[in-house]
Antibody
Framework: QVQLQESGPGLVKPSETLSLTCTVSGGYVNSYYWSWIRQPPGKGLEWIGYIYDSGSTKYTPSLKSRVTISVDTSKNQFSLKLSSVTAADTAVYYC???????????WGQGTLVTVSS | DIQMTQSPSTLSAFVGDRVTITCRASQSISSWLAWYQQKPGKAPKLLIYKASILESGVPSRFSGSGSGTEFTLTISSLQPDDFATYYCQQYNSYWTFGQGTKVEIK
């Protein structure tokens, strides 16, 4: 059974870059959409983007200029970088695995990232 | 980009009630729609994919229908474990989530 685990700093300063990593266990980082989704406290889910086919990426238009998602197949991990963060980027960040048939199949447990000085 | 609109935002119901949540897409997404259940402090859980296919292990009281731009999630007899927030998601073109529907105890 595939499991996902997010890791990274829980506190990021305004204007800096948020960096998170998702480690995949029980499966391999290929043949699926590997995604990042976030949820601000008390609010709904927002899709950030995904990487697929070992390197192609799609990002939500509102964040596209600040987001980079990459994959490291040797470590079975994929990563999120979000630049120039503000308090509005404070959220629980989920990594997720999906495909064209199911949507999101597997979710990580989520990690809270707070943007504050 | 495709916008997803759920209604209602909040729903109050009794145990045993039949509950329906609606999700509308801003353009046709064929049947590429999923429904998720989320409980406080937890990651969402997939309930239904491709608009009407029940994910393995999900109780049969959950059902989904629709295609194109109009979709519904129905819980035939609400159980105590079903009080949660429900999200629709289109995956026809990129991904977009609805804003969520919170199902509360009446």
């Amino acid at each position: 059974q595939v499991q996902l685990q997010e890791s990274g700093p829980g506190l990021v300063k305004p204007s800096e870059t948020l960096s998170l990593t998702c480690t995949v266990s029980g499966g391999y980082v290929n043949s699926y959409y590997w995604s990042w989704i976030r949820q601000p406290p008390g609010k709904g889910l927002e899709w950030i983007g995904y990487i697929y086919d070992s390197g192609s990426t799609k990002y939500t238009p509102s964040l596209k200029s600040r987001v980079t998602i990459s994959v490291d197949t040797s470590k079975n991990q994929f990563s999120l970088k979000l630049s120039s963060v503000t308090a509005a980027d404070t959220a629980v960040y989920y990594c997720a695995r999906g495909n064209k048939l199911f949507g999101v199949i597997t979710w990580g447990q989520g990690t809270l990232v707070t943007v504050s000085s | 980009d495709i916008q997803m609109t759920q209604s209602p935002s909040t729903l109050s119901a009794f145990v045993g009630d039949r509950v329906t949540i609606t999700c509308r897409a801003s353009q046709s997404i064929s049947s590429w729609l999923a429904w998720y259940q989320q409980k406080p402090g937890k990651a969402p859980k997939l309930l239904i994919y491709k608009a009407s296919i029940l994910e393995s292990g999900v109780p049969s009281r959950f059902s989904g229908s629709g295609s194109g731009t109009e979709f519904t999630l129905t819980i035939s007899s609400l159980q105590p474990d079903d009080f949660a927030t429900y999200y629709c998601q289109q995956y026809n073109s990129y991904w977009t989530f609805g804003q969520g529907t919170k199902v509360e105890i009446k």
